[in-house]
């Protein structure tokens, strides 16, 4: 599974992106999802992760109540949206596949990963 992630850009704080992870050829994305970020100089960190059927969701602490994580009605697309976002947002963010439809913050829980898109919020 090749996964793609869109969306990202300049925003000012309090503003809103909509994140897309996208697989090749937007077959379904049949795994749970997770998004992670990693900003400079700091360990990629966990933000929010989906089933497989979206019944399920987890998000870290510092964006709940901001973030959504959810799945586009074509099955092909993990939605991240942000709002109210701050500067401490500011970062490269990835989304990945886990074969298991089991919801982890663990990085090593996932089996594929996508090329990450910027994120920087101005103050």
């Known amino acids: 599974v090749q996964l793609q992630a869109s969306g990202g850009g300049l925003v000012q704080t309090g503003g809103s992106l909509r994140l897309s992870c996208t697989a090749s050829?937007?077959?379904?994305?049949?795994?749970?999802v997770g998004w992670f970020r990693q900003a400079p100089g700091k360990e990629r960190e966990f933000v929010a992760a989906i089933t497989k059927s979206g019944r399920m969701t987890d998000y870290t602490n510092s964006v709940k109540g901001r973030f959504t994580i959810s799945r586009g009605n074509a099955k092909s697309t993990v939605i991240l949206r942000m709002n109210s976002l701050k500067p401490e947002d500011t970062a490269i963010y990835y989304c990945?596949?886990?074969?298991?439809?089991?919801?982890?913050?663990?990085?090593?829980?996932?089996?594929?990963w996508g090329q990450g898109t910027q994120v920087t919020v101005s103050s």
């Open positions: 990945a596949a886990a074969v298991r439809d089991m919801i982890s913050q663990s990085e090593l829980w996932y089996n594929y």
């Open positions: 050829g937007r077959a379904p994305i049949s795994y749970s």
